[in-house]
């Protein structure tokens, strides 16, 4: 009876390289992360123990201003002065109990941040998943192997250098890390978080991949190529459609074909008192046609976010726009009413999405293209925001 023969098919295989875990955070919640640690790193605060306690206290606080904290979770920090890292944060104004410290470790104490209770002009406009996401990966990193039991100024920085490390693990110092932190890199090394450390460049270790901010997928790199690509298009054409120098003439000549109540318009914008507009921009800005700006869908995805921040826009928009108009005597700029209602850091395509959104929702109403007419809309007048004698004109 012939033998059986019976092949050892587990030993010819060779072993498979270990999958390496995904990135905890996308290029968003990465910028999330940065724009995070740069909000503490630019606290007064005196101490690495406070810093290092403000991270964990801003995220949780990033939405409802309030943030929970239990004794356990500060012991968890491990930091050396846990009164004094409470006296900092209560130094801001952060409304934070001595019972942290001394109470239940197991009770929850709720610290209010003032500034993270603004509607407007949040420091931290997160969306509900980002802080999520943030927060767990800012967990990850502090209790990761080789820094769990280090101490603050070791972990923070730890914080930090994945925060601003690519996909590919390098990346450079960031100006804003705190000094102390500066002083425990050689550690980061030494513990095995950094794999190299050579003047402000590091590299992370490869078991730290994961918790890189600076990743990018394939997508969104082309993504990055077509914006960028967009919006050298975009300069191009402003620079060829861009006319020659307006004359006071030619000026002259343009105003006298338009009608009486666009020149009324136009010689509210040009004498106002309060704007002091210079000749070629208010000739510029009538005379030309406006070049549209590019929106890609990365400015689309910082729009969900800015408009989740900014909830009441849109009333905000024109209740300003008729105390600018009572006080100019013409409507705001895209520009003006931005920086009026203090909603800052806005790209140009960005704000122009923000303010043709408002538009569209019928909150603000303009004659495009005649600039300087942004005046309240039906939706505002349904609320009773409307000009003297507009809704009277909106009824008929």
């Avoid at 968003?28 to 790193?41: D, N």
């Avoid at 009608?259 to 005379?287: D, K, Y």
């Avoid at 929702?361 to 309240?376: A, E, H, Q």
Wanted: glycine share 8%; net charge positive.
């Amino acid at each position: 009876m012939p033998k059986t023969v019976i092949s050892d098919q587990t030993a010819a295989t060779p072993p498979s390289k270990p999958v390496p875990p995904p990135f905890l955070l996308t290029a968003r919640q990465g910028e999330a992360a940065r724009a995070l640690l740069s909000y503490v790193a630019a606290l007064p605060l005196a101490s690495v123990d406070a810093q290092f306690l403000a991270v964990v206290v801003a995220i949780r606080a990033a939405r409802s201003g309030v943030g929970n904290v239990t004794g356990t979770d500060l012991r968890s920090l491990r930091l050396e002065d846990p009164h004094g890292a409470v006296a900092g944060l209560a130094a801001l104004g952060w409304q934070v109990s001595d019972s942290l410290v001394d109470g239940n470790p197991d009770t929850p104490v709720g610290i209010k941040v003032p500034e993270l209770s603004r509607e407007t002009d949040h420091p931290l406009p997160l969306g509900k998943g980002t802080r999520s996401r943030v927060s767990g990966w800012a967990m990850r990193a502090r209790i990761a192997k080789p820094v769990k039991k280090a101490g603050p100024a070791t972990r923070l920085a730890a914080l930090f250098l994945a925060a601003h490390s690519s996909s590919e693990l390098v990346g450079q110092i960031p100006a804003h890390l705190p000094e102390a932190c500066r002083a425990a890199l050689p550690e980061l090394v030494a513990k095995g978080f950094l794999a190299e450390l050579s003047g402000d460049a590091y590299r992370l270790d490869p078991a730290m991949r994961h918790l890189a901010g600076m990743f990018r997928t394939a997508e969104e790199i082309a993504e990055l190529a077509e914006q960028e690509e967009a919006q050298r298009a975009a300069r191009a054409a402003v620079a060829v459609a861009e006319p020659e120098e307006i004359t006071p003439d030619q000026w002259a000549e343009w105003k006298s074909g338009v009608s009486p109540a666009l020149l009324r318009h136009v010689e509210a914008v040009e004498q106002c008192p309060l704007c002091r507009f210079s000749f070629g921009r208010v000739a510029q800005a009538f005379m030309s046609t406006p070049s549209a700006v590019p929106a890609p869908r990365s400015v689309v995805s910082d729009y969900d976010t800015w408009r989740a921040a900014h909830p009441d826009c849109g009333r905000e928009a024109a209740t300003f726009a008729v105390d600018f108009r009572a006080e100019h005597g013409h409507g705001p700029s895209y520009s003006q009413l931005c920086k009026g209602l203090r909603w800052k850091k806005l790209s140009r395509s960005l704000r122009g999405l923000v303010v043709s959104r408002i538009l569209a929702d019928g909150w603000l109403t303009d004659t495009s293209p005649v600039p300087w007419t942004l005046r309240p809309g039906k939706a505002a007048h349904a609320q009773g925001i409307a000009l003297p004698g507009q809704v009277a004109r909106s009824a008929r």
